[in-house]
């Protein structure tokens, strides 16, 4: 079974500070999404991760991926209060011809105080 | 790119109630759809997905049913609410058969169930 599981589940970061976030998942997957989610809205598609080595970057925003090691982080440069959100990593698996399940971590609460 | 419809956007409803919640895609020919539940605070977990029309799979036991009556509408359905079923109901669609990108996401119907 696959099971996706994010750390820290909150965090409180003053504005200018760097951090990173962690996802780890169980088993072999084809590919890694971040996902930003504000309160009350749904969800915004902020990365795809689709190979070993893997790293993009938008803005204050860079995410990476170590397919060996099970694990995508989310690095975070010079925080703004703009950035204050729900983030979610989720993994996906192909299965016959049915493709694209995506399995959620928990979401990590980021609050950036000023 | 694509963009997700879903209503309403919001809905009370009493225990032991009909529901019907509509999704509808455009900009995209043939997409696998998916219906996510979030409930407070907490992540998405997948509940139905479909690789077209008039084919569903659940992945939980549950109260709810689903349909796909044509290529780019999903809808969710109870014929009898419990408590249990309040949550914020996402919609969202992976084109080209699953094999775009990433998995897009609809603004959501936040249900209540009283």
């Known amino acids: 079974e696959l099971k996706v599981e994010q750390n820290p589940l909150f965090l409180s970061m003053q504005e200018g500070k760097n951090y990173t976030i962690y996802c780890n998942y169980s088993?072999?997957?084809?590919?890694l999404y971040w996902y930003r989610q504000d309160p009350g809205k749904s969800l915004e598609s902020l990365f795809v991760?689709?190979?070993?080595?893997a790293v993009k970057q938008e803005g204050r925003l860079m995410a990476s991926l170590d397919t060996k090691a099970r694990l995508s982080t989310l690095h975070i440069t010079a925080a703004v209060h703009d950035l204050s959100a729900t983030y979610f990593c989720?993994?996906?698996?192909?299965?016959?011809?049915?493709?694209?399940?995506?399995?959620f971590g928990t979401g990590t609460l980021l609050a950036v105080q000023p | 790119s694509q963009t997700i419809h879903q209503w309403p956007a919001t809905l009370v409803q009493p225990v032991g109630s009909p529901l019907s919640l509509e999704c509808t895609v455009e900009?995209?020919?043939?997409?696998?759809l998916y219906w996510y539940r979030q409930a407070a605070g907490r992540g998405l977990q997948l509940l139905f997905y479909?690789?077209?029309?008039?084919?569903i799979s659940s992945e939980v036991p549950q109260n709810l049913s689903a349909s796909r009556p044509q290529d780019r509408q999903f809808i969710l359905s109870s014929k009898k609410l419990l408590l249990s079923d309040s949550g914020f109901y996402l919609c969202?669609?992976?084109?080209?058969?699953?094999?775009?990108?990433?998995?897009?996401f609809g603004p959501g119907t936040r249900l209540l169930v009283l």
């Open positions: 989720a993994v996906s698996r192909r299965y016959g011809g049915a493709t694209n399940k995506l399995i």
């Open positions: 088993t072999t997957s084809d590919r």
């Open positions: 991760l689709l190979s070993n080595g």
């Open positions: 900009g995209t020919s043939n997409p696998n």
């Open positions: 479909s690789v077209g029309i008039g084919q």
């Open positions: 969202a669609s992976h084109d080209s058969g699953g094999l775009g990108e990433t998995q897009y």
